[in-house]
């Protein structure tokens, strides 16, 4: 398995477990799945990287799954005055790919990220245009129906490649990597 | 007894007022470092939650901001972010922080951590009513 699934993996299921108590089921030994085209129907939250490894990290999540989270997090009170919905997507985006630009940087993939930009709407797709890697992520939510999506798209700059530090984050080295289970 | 918390994350301060909700204490939220910089001109708090990556005055230039200011000198600050990197932690370690927690964190794990910090007397629960 790919490092980046992995840690993406990972991420995602800590950050949901540990900021709104929502247990997400991924097995993390299933084998990685090709980029489907899922239409965005609902909100996705999206932060880029950019240094050794430029790319995007998307996390879709339905709008009504959104709400009940946030509801149940700020109550009817604060959310009647405000949707946090699309700040909710944001803010878990950044956390998933923020956890992932530390395990990279420890690995020397330096990397920035930008602010979270969050989109919404009916219909559309992700696409990248010629991502040197693509990873698709999907996540059970505990007793629902719900399921959480995360794609990565990796764009590799030449240095990185040719200095072999791809090496590090591919390839066999990948399985010795310690993964905490959620 | 007060705590300040600065991040522009919603649901940090949820969290972190999660945490304390069973502790006798203040908790004023501010979503960015001017904000912040401009309600701590009244005095400081026992304790200050500083996240890194804040909006119009970053994390860090706010902590080098707060302690220039003579009554901040010994508050203790907690650190919040998504990272700390070593370059981050020296810069941290000469503003005085006194430790950190990496997002994502549970509602315990900041509560230990500021407990560390600043003990925290619990709220009285409410005397029952007699007949």
Known sequence: MHLITKYVRTATTNVFKKMIKVHLWSDLTAPEQEIPEIPIDGIAGSVSFTGAMNGTNYLLISEPYAKELTLAMFGEKRCARMDYSRDFCGEMTNMITGYLKSRLGDRGLACKLTPPTVITGRELTLHAKEPSMGFYNAFDVDGRAERIHVFTFVQIELQTWQSGMLDLISGEGADEEEVETA | ?131
């Not at chain 2, 981050?88 to 950190?100: P, W």
């Open chain 2, 1 to 131: 007894m007060k705590i300040v918390g600065i991040d522009d994350s919603p649901f940090v301060h949820a969290i972190i007022k999660d945490a304390l909700s069973e502790c006798d204490v203040v908790y004023e939220e501010y979503w960015n470092g001017a904000e912040a910089l401009n309600a701590l001109m009244y005095g400081p708090p026992d304790l200050l939650l500083v996240d890194l990556h804040l909006p119009v005055v970053c994390g860090i230039d706010l902590i080098g901001k707060i302690r220039s200011l003579k009554s901040f000198d010994r508050t203790p600050i907690l650190v919040i972010s998504g990272e700390i990197t070593k370059e981050k932690l020296v810069q941290l370690m000469h503003f005085e922080v006194r430790d950190f927690i990496c997002k994502p964190f549970t509602n315990f794990e900041i509560l230990r951590k500021i407990e560390k910090l600043l003990p925290l007397p619990r709220r009285k629960p409410a005397a029952a009513s007699t007949a």
